[in-house]
């Protein structure tokens, strides 16, 4: 039941008082918001999740953070963006944060369980409809989010719709391969761009760093909470050589990657959001430049690079979104 119409701007004080409940499930928790059809939450929710959650789990952790911000009052819909590849046919085609749901019809199961239908779709999906709807692409027809984080997610907006391709896999930007045999992805192949630029990416990276930046790189991570993408952009900034030799060369991997779907797509807004994004627009200018050399026919200054607005919450207000608009449907 994926449907993705993300912008048009908000509510109606005809339909003000429905209410739909969206839910980001990844491999740590879920996190669940209530929002009206204006988009803004009006209760939120947490729950933990892990490697070992089974379908039953999650969906008594569904069921509970439901009641909790519902209070007892009518939910119109219920949206669910998973953290893995959703086939169109409603079924986790893979997900390595949530390896027990794999090859389970999500939508079914936990529209069974939770006794009302829901719409389902990936994380990254429901974050472009989130930022669609109500927010940095608020109003916007056709732009491209990306996500960085653990890994590089995307989703597609054309023409107000989420697009989703022919059998469901639509804009996987970060399995596109920037480097013919380069460094290994966690999906297998090498040389994707979530190779070179995620918090996976890293990790890999600062292995193969001298040892002196592993140990300050550690600390920072192990004594001050940092992840490890966002302890090399720090010791990038305070000045270290090899730090910085990395961080340009994950900026250069972005910007690469972004030309290349700019060229394929056609779009002029690219949304970029995730716990990596701050570090990227702290060095704005040299992501535009590295664009700027591979975009073909139009300059850089033709893309507007937004920050994106919806911050962690994203992929559950875009679930919520994506149940509304499900319902309005079958209308």
Same mark, same amino acid.
């Given at each position: 039941m994926?449907?993705?119409?993300? =912008?048009?701007?908000? @509510?109606? /004080? +005809?339909?003000? &008082? #429905? %209410?739909?409940? !969206?839910?980001?499930?990844?491999?740590?928790?879920?996190?669940?918001?209530? =929002?009206?059809?204006? @988009?803004? /939450? +009006?209760?939120? &929710? #947490? %729950?933990?999740? !892990?490697l070992d959650?089974s379908?039953?789990?999650?969906?008594?952790?569904l069921?509970?953070?439901?009641?909790e911000?519902?209070?007892? &009052? #009518?939910?119109d819909?219920?949206?669910?963006?998973?953290?893995?590849?959703?086939?169109?046919?409603?079924?986790?085609?893979?997900?390595?944060?949530?390896?027990?749901?794999?090859?389970?019809?999500?939508?079914?199961?936990?529209?069974?369980?939770?006794?009302?239908?829901?719409?389902?779709?990936?994380?990254?999906?429901?974050?472009?409809?989130?930022?669609?709807?109500?927010?940095?692409?608020?109003?916007?027809?056709?732009?491209?989010?990306?996500?960085?984080g653990?890994?590089?997610?995307?989703?597609?907006?054309?023409?107000?719709?989420?697009?989703?391709?022919?059998?469901?896999?639509?804009?996987?930007?970060?399995?596109t391969?920037?480097?013919?045999?380069?460094r290994?992805?966690?999906?297998?192949?090498?040389?994707?761009?979530?190779?070179?630029?995620?918090?996976?990416?890293?990790?890999?990276?600062?292995e193969?760093?001298?040892?002196?930046?592993?140990?300050?790189?550690?600390?920072?991570?192990?004594?001050?909470g940092?992840?490890?993408?966002?302890?090399?952009?720090?010791?990038?900034?305070?000045?270290?050589?090899?730090?910085r030799?990395i961080?340009?060369?994950?900026?250069?991997?972005?910007?690469?990657?972004?030309?290349s779907?700019?060229n394929?797509?056609?779009?002029?807004?690219?949304?970029?959001?995730?716990?990596?994004?701050?570090?990227?627009?702290?060095?704005?200018?040299?992501?535009?430049?590295?664009?700027?050399?591979?975009?073909?026919?139009?300059?850089?200054?033709?893309?507007?690079?937004?920050?994106?607005?919806c911050?962690?919450?994203?992929?559950?207000?875009?679930?919520?979104?994506?149940?509304?608009?499900?319902?309005e449907?079958?209308?």
């Open positions: 994926r449907r993705g119409r993300a =912008a048009d701007g908000g @509510g109606d /004080p +005809v339909t003000a &008082a #429905r %209410r739909w409940a !969206g839910f980001d499930v990844g491999g740590q928790s879920v996190k669940a918001v209530l =929002a009206g059809d204006n @988009g803004r /939450p +009006v209760a939120s &929710a #947490r %729950r933990p999740t !892990g959650t379908l039953d789990e999650l969906a008594a952790a069921g509970d953070a439901l009641k911000m519902s209070a007892g &009052a #009518r939910v819909g219920v949206g669910i963006g998973m953290a893995g590849v959703m086939g169109p046919d409603g079924i986790l085609k893979g997900s390595p944060n949530l390896p027990r749901l794999v090859g389970t019809a999500i939508e079914t199961e936990l529209g069974d369980r939770l006794g009302c239908p829901v719409s389902v779709d990936n994380d990254a999906n429901c974050a472009a409809l989130a930022e669609g709807w109500v927010g940095a692409a608020a109003g916007a027809s056709d732009f491209l989010l990306v996500t960085l653990s890994g590089v997610g995307s989703g597609l907006v054309i023409g107000g719709e989420l697009y989703h391709g022919t059998t469901g896999y639509a804009c996987e930007l970060g399995h391969v920037l480097v013919k045999d380069g290994r992805c966690g999906c297998g192949n090498r040389g994707c761009l979530e190779a070179y630029v995620s918090e996976s990416a890293a990790r890999s990276l600062l193969d760093a001298p040892a002196e930046l592993r140990r300050v790189a550690g600390r920072l991570v192990s004594e001050r940092f992840g490890y993408a966002q302890a090399l952009f720090a010791l990038a900034d305070e000045g270290d050589s090899r730090a030799e961080a340009a060369a994950m900026i250069d991997a972005l910007g690469a990657g972004l030309a779907a700019v394929l797509l056609d779009v002029t807004l690219v949304v970029i959001g995730g716990g990596i994004a701050p570090a990227v627009f702290d060095r704005i200018e040299q992501l535009e430049e590295a664009i700027d050399r591979s975009l073909f026919a139009r300059p850089v200054s033709s893309l507007t690079i937004a920050a994106a607005r911050g962690s919450d994203a992929g559950a207000i875009g679930a919520a979104r994506a149940a509304m608009l499900a319902a449907a079958v209308r």
